[in-house]
């Protein structure tokens, strides 16, 4: 099958489900409690093959894409909305031409304009990647083949040398899995707020949603091994509750558990982030834990991360960015600063986590003695689009274990109408709860992700999006 030329039929819709979370999710500055979850919905005519709709959606979370704290997220709601229709718009004005060469002018058009605006490239880049996914799906659904087959055989016309020039000779078959993962492990996310143990959650605090709260809870009903902890540096805060989560691990009868430590951006310089980790190799209950550490992401804001070299600390452990990936060129940078590595999350864009991928398999070969990684974080995901996506992405990579926590934060898909419930609940992925909503489906620490692989991109089932509140007509004011 040849790489077909494809035209944005029609300029995107928008609309809006308004999300609240079971309880507040502290990552950083931030604590979220409610989001708008924004969905776009294109039409693209593709060569031979007629006109086909795609979806993407995306919950946009207060400060993770500027993490600025002198404004409020109402203040900041309009720059999402500004990114995401100019990147909208571009999609529209390109020729009929490949999907990469439509992701090609999207990208640099919008990296032009927002640079003029002054916004931050990982939220402009929020904009491109929307409609990516978009795009993406209608293009799978048009030619009848799943993402990794769409991928795999390049029916995308991605070029990675036009992307990086070091890159040629490489294409995305050459990163890919020949098959997609059958499974994934979760990495549950262990928040700044989040309850450990059943003590810690006052009697008029406890949720009663039918869903597990504490970490004792989250262990045991869905058999988990992967961790992520996050830390908000404060040393002897962050220890402490080091020490606690050690104790929780022990207690639960997790023998050997894995986890990622996430700096959240809370350090100011390497010689402080060093200090902690020093501090805490010192602390014997502490060291015993970390053996478990798989890397550190993201300690540093994301302001001077890439400005300050990490080959001092000769035996650092291995160190990855996330928030600094906002552009092509921000791996390369970090890889010369003495990175190991970035996140992949679909946000930050697909095409751009292929390169990143590509890059970082070429320096592995190139230096065997490297430990280059490539992690899947979450930004609290919610399906049925943005989670599926995400996860269908993650086991074309073939990245073994994932952040999860939209399923945590958030109460399955119980913010769907309750009609769309059989609908929504892509087999094997989601189960239906007792109370009737849809909910992952995690068992012994795994999800199945058998018919994720099989669908389009993601999921089979194309949400009528007119039943929710359309862009032009929501509010912040909504969100109280």
């Known amino acids: 099958m040849k790489v077909p030329n494809l035209k944005v039929h029609v ?175 979760v990495r549950h996310t262990i928040g700044l707020g989040d309850p450990l143990s059943a003590s810690d959650v006052p009697h008029d605090k406890k949720l009663n949603d039918g869903l597990p709260h504490t970490l004792e809870e989250c262990i045991h009903a869905y058999g ?41 951006e809370q350090f100011s310089t390497v010689d402080g982030f060093r200090e902690f980790y020093e501090t805490c190799m010192e602390d014997p209950q502490i060291h015993g834990l970390l053996h478990g550490l798989l890397l550190i992401e993201q300690p540093l804001h994301r302001d001077i991360a890439l400005k300050h070299s990490l080959h001092s600390w000769k035996d650092r452990p291995p160190l990855i960015i996330d928030e600094s990936d906002g552009a092509l060129n921000s791996l390369p940078k970090a890889l010369n600063m003495g990175y190991n590595g970035t996140s992949h999350k679909n946000c930050k864009g697909i095409v751009k986590g292929l390169a990143n991928a590509a890059m970082l398999k070429k320096q592995q070969i190139e230096d065997p003695e490297k430990n280059l990684l490539l992690t899947g974080e979450d930004l609290a995901n919610v399906g049925p689009i943005a989670l599926n996506q995400d996860l269908a992405i993650m086991a074309a990579f073939g990245i073994s274990h994932v952040e999860r926590n939209g399923h945590h934060y958030f109460r399955g898909l119980s913010m769907f109408p309750g009609e769309l419930s059989e609908e929504l609940a892509l ?13 992952l489906d995690i068992r012994d620490g795994r999800l199945n992700l058998s018919q994720v692989n099989k669908a389009p991109f993601g999921t089979e089932h194309l949400l009528d999006t007119a039943q929710f509140t359309p862009l032009a007509e929501w509010s912040a004011e909504s969100l109280a």
């Open 11 to 185: 300029e995107p819709m928008f609309h809006i489900l308004n999300m609240r979370t079971r309880f507040p999710f502290q990552y950083g500055i931030a604590s979220l409690t409610a989001l708008p979850h924004l969905i776009a919905r294109v039409k693209i005519d593709v060569e031979g093959h007629g006109v086909s709709t795609g979806l993407g959606a995306e919950g946009l979370p207060p400060k993770w894409f500027t993490k600025n704290p002198d404004t409020r997220f109402e203040e900041d709601i309009p720059d999402f909305f500004d990114v995401i229709k100019n990147a909208a718009k571009l999609a529209t004005d390109a020729p009929c031409t490949s999907f990469f060469r439509i992701w090609q002018h999207v990208y640099t058009k919008q990296a032009e304009w927002a640079k003029k605006r002054k916004l931050a490239p990982l939220l402009a880049n929020l904009g491109v990647s929307l409609i990516e996914r978009a795009i993406l799906d209608a293009l799978c659904r048009s030619l009848g083949v799943p993402i990794h087959k769409v991928l795999q055989n390049n029916l995308t016309g991605i070029d990675l040398s036009a992307i990086r020039p070091e890159l040629a000779g490489m294409e995305p078959r050459h990163v890919l899995m020949q098959s997609p993962l059958k499974s994934i492990n």
């Open 224 to 264: 988990l091994s992967y961790f992520k902890i996050k830390v908000r540096g404060d040393r002897d805060a962050d220890m402490e509750r080091l020490r606690n989560i050690a104790g929780i691990f022990n207690s639960c009868g997790i023998e050997k558990p894995k986890f990622t430590l996430d700096g959240n």
């Open 427 to 439: 087999p094997d992925l989601y189960r239906i709860h007792e109370d009737g909503f849809p909910t």
